[in-house]
């Protein structure tokens, strides 16, 4: 038995992935641009090893090795075959959407996440959606279904429309959530296409229940008694702490009704509790 442990291994015996030198690359989601940098500073970090296998070559062959857009590392001839691919990051922060070359391992994990909803917008790169107009349209779609959604939900006359959509579920439940596929589909307004027809459906079965109409709201600001909804985002502002809404004309900033719950609570903690008198008989 050798004296040392294994190089496989750590001090503490756990099996480590690949060797003390070298580590198989990890299944993740990169949504940033890797900083510019040249072949020779990326080989030297990975002391001349293709990223995929872990073998090493002379300085002379670095030219040799293939690098991968998503990884951001350089592989060799065997773990990297030239396939493209869209690159996330590429899209969230360029809205780019040619083809890069990536690693085989690259390229067989982006096809594993192409329809998972994996990407919030408004938290990578919320300017895409001022910059990008196809982008912008899309998200008031999704927030009119997500809004219509609740409504249709709680109406028995509702469920049956809800039933009949294709579309998956993130679409209409979670609107800043996006796949890939999600992204091209937008970039080629296919999105827009298939959303606008379920949003205009869903918004006559609205105007024509009275069910759905109970639920809408009146604005206690103006004078006008007309009903108002949370999905018409281009007139209605909606309170986020107790979800009254409001004309975005009439709304200066200050809820009424929140600054009521607040009055209440303020005068039922300053009025003391009524405290029992004890009578001898």
Same mark, same amino acid.
């Given at each position: 038995?050798?004296?040392?442990?294994?190089?496989?291994?750590?001090?503490?015996?756990?099996?480590?992935?690949?060797?003390?030198?070298?580590?198989?690359?990890?299944?993740?989601?990169?949504?940033?641009?890797?900083?510019?940098?040249?072949?020779?500073?990326?080989?030297?970090?990975?002391?001349?090893?293709?990223?995929?296998?872990?073998?090493?070559?002379?300085?002379?062959?670095?030219?040799?090795?293939?690098?991968?857009?998503?990884?951001?590392?350089?592989?060799?001839?065997?773990?990297?075959?030239?396939?493209?691919?869209?690159?996330?990051?590429?899209?969230?922060?360029?809205?780019?959407?040619?083809?890069?070359?990536?690693?085989?391992?690259?390229?067989?994990?982006?096809?594993?996440?192409?329809?998972?909803? &994996?990407? =919030?917008?408004? !938290?990578?790169? $919320?300017?895409?959606? %001022?910059?990008?107009? #196809?982008?912008?349209?899309?998200?008031?779609?999704?927030?009119?279904?997500?809004?219509?959604?609740?409504?249709?939900?709680?109406?028995?006359?509702?469920?049956?429309?809800?039933?009949?959509?294709?579309?998956?579920?993130?679409?209409?439940?979670?609107?800043? &959530?996006? =796949?890939?596929? !999600?992204?091209? $589909?937008?970039?080629? %307004?296919?999105?827009? #296409?298939?959303?606008?027809?379920?949003?205009?459906?869903?918004?006559?079965?609205?105007?024509?229940?009275?069910?759905?109409?109970?639920?809408?709201?009146?604005?206690?600001?103006?004078?006008?008694?007309?009903?108002?909804?949370?999905?018409?985002?281009?007139?209605?502002?909606?309170?986020?702490?107790?979800?009254?809404?409001?004309?975005?004309?009439?709304?200066?900033?200050?809820?009424?009704?929140?600054?009521?719950?607040?009055?209440?609570?303020?005068?039922?903690?300053?009025?003391?509790?009524?405290?029992?008198?004890?009578?001898?008989?």
């Amino acid at each position: 038995e050798s004296s040392g442990i294994n190089a496989e291994y750590g001090d503490v015996g756990l099996k480590l992935r690949g060797t003390t030198e070298w580590a198989p690359p990890r299944a993740q989601i990169i949504c940033h641009l890797h900083p510019p940098t040249t072949r020779k500073k990326l080989m030297e970090r990975c002391g001349y090893r293709c990223a995929g296998c872990g073998m090493k070559i002379a300085q002379s062959l670095a030219s040799i090795f293939r690098y991968c857009a998503y990884l951001g590392k350089y592989f060799c001839h065997s773990c990297h075959h030239e396939q493209a691919a869209f690159i996330p990051a590429r899209i969230l922060h360029k809205w780019d959407f040619r083809k890069q070359k990536v690693s085989n391992f690259a390229a067989e994990l982006l096809g594993k996440m192409w329809s998972e909803p &994996l990407y =919030s917008i408004q !938290d990578i790169n $919320s300017s895409l959606y %001022r910059s990008v107009s #196809e982008l912008k349209f899309t998200r008031a779609l999704r927030y009119q279904l997500y809004f219509l959604n609740e409504y249709l939900r709680a109406c028995k006359n509702g469920k049956d429309l809800l039933g009949s959509v294709t579309i998956r579920g993130h679409i209409y439940n979670d609107p800043e &959530l996006f =796949s890939l596929e !999600d992204l091209c $589909s937008v970039k080629d %307004r296919v999105m827009i #296409e298939a959303l606008r027809p379920i949003v205009t459906s869903w918004l006559q079965h609205v105007d024509n229940c009275g069910l759905c109409r109970g639920k809408g709201f009146i604005c206690e600001l103006c004078e006008r008694k007309e009903v108002i909804y949370p999905f018409q985002l281009t007139t209605v502002f909606q309170c986020q702490m107790c979800w009254t809404c409001f004309h975005k004309t009439c709304f200066t900033g200050t809820c009424p009704k929140c600054a009521r719950i607040r009055s209440r609570r303020t005068l039922s903690q300053e009025d003391p509790a009524p405290q029992e008198h004890l009578t001898n008989d």
